[in-house]
């Protein structure tokens, strides 16, 4: 049995360019079907968040029209509900990585608030690519990436990575409205060589111990592969 550790964001909101507060938080399928998939595969889960708050999820995410329909939204919720470590959360600052055998972080447009700049979730990123051992980031978690950085400089820098891009942040009308984007920020500021598929379909690049998926979609193949790597 592996102990997997997933990296959530704390945020409820996030600041658009005009100041004005977005709700948020993480996205529902983004956790729910991992968590599922690796909990009935055996595997123990322990959520850390940036100073242990409880994850908020973006109540968007729960929408039929979001979920693949009533039956989905339904199915989400009640793994959210019955998820016990959602209500505990370690502190990142508390995290030995060493006790972990994968870090997944869920995304939402929470991590675009908090994660991409925070200090322990960037420190948590670096050990765990060094370290050799699965790294799974999905859709706008990437944005942790930032904060991996030191005088400017990344270790994920030429990895090929994929996230949530800026044709589908264009298409749920925030593109105009965000103080920046993921697809651009990370080309820019960490140098990866970024990858896409169709919008809102599953997507997942692989390279070395880093695994990630373009959007929620994505989630369910990236936690298939986490398990393939685990077993």
Known sequence: MARILFVVSGATYWVLKDGTRYATGY????????Y?????????????????????VDMMSLRPSMAGGEEGALELESIIRSAE????????????????????????HGPMSDLWLDADAGRILTAQLASGKPLAIVCHAPSALLATRIHGESPFKGYRVTGFTNDEEEAVGLAAKAPWLLEDELKDKIGVEFSRGPMWEPYMVEDRNLITGQNPHSADVLANRLLEVLS
């Open 27 to 34: 996205w529902a399928e983004e956790f729910a079907l991992p």
């Open 36 to 56: 599922k998939k690796v909990t009935d595969a055996g595997h123990e889960v322990v959520v850390a968040t940036p100073n242990g708050v409880t994850p908020s």
């Open 85 to 108: 470590v959602m209500r505990r959360p370690l502190k990142l600052s508390d995290v030995r990585l060493e006790d972990y055998d994968a870090v997944y972080l869920p995304g939402g």
